[in-house]
């Protein structure tokens, strides 16, 4: 068993309005090794465009937690990947439970793998499919996870 934690700060600015169309969203996220992440509500919702948001997390994390996956079986499958590049795009909508939700989360990765390692589409679907059966942050999602190989 693992733990992860963080720290998560917001602060009202001395002299600052506290009511819901004008309250500042940004904030800090700390993580244990000092790094800070600037985080904001999306501009959706008050927000900050120039921070990340939450739901922008969400979905950084599953891109790379899958991608960390997929890494991992391609090394235990002896196969050299040069680069992998993903732009993942979730979608934030009403769920079928009324409640707004990030309802779809879809994986666009490029990999490209050394001289002569390519598999064929067969194989690389499967790479994907083992790495997101074996990605923790999917499996604590209820989104449907779509993943589209470039």
């Given at each position: 068993?693992?733990e992860y934690?963080?720290t ?6 001395p ?13 800090e ?22 921070r ?32 992998y ?14 409640q707004m939700?990030?309802?779809r989360i ?11 390692q390519?598999?064929?589409?067969a ?28």
């Open positions: 068993m693992s934690g963080a998560v700060a917001w602060h009202l600015k002299g600052a309005s506290f009511d819901y169309e004008h309250f500042n969203r940004e904030h996220w700390t993580f244990a090794g000092g790094e800070v992440v600037q985080a904001s509500a999306s501009p959706d919702y008050f927000g900050s465009g120039n990340v948001s939450p739901d922008e997390a969400v979905i950084a994390a599953t891109s790379s937690c899958h991608m960390l996956t997929f890494l991992s079986v391609a090394a235990k499958q002896g196969l050299k990947v040069l680069s590049i993903d732009q993942p795009v979730g979608t934030v909508e009403k769920a079928a439970d009324g939700a990030i309802t879809v994986l666009r990765p490029r990999v490209v793998f050394d001289d002569g390519e598999p064929d589409t194989a690389l679907d499967k790479l994907h499919a083992t790495a997101h059966r074996n990605c923790f942050v999917a499996n604590s999602l209820k989104a449907e996870i779509r993943i589209e190989p470039q």
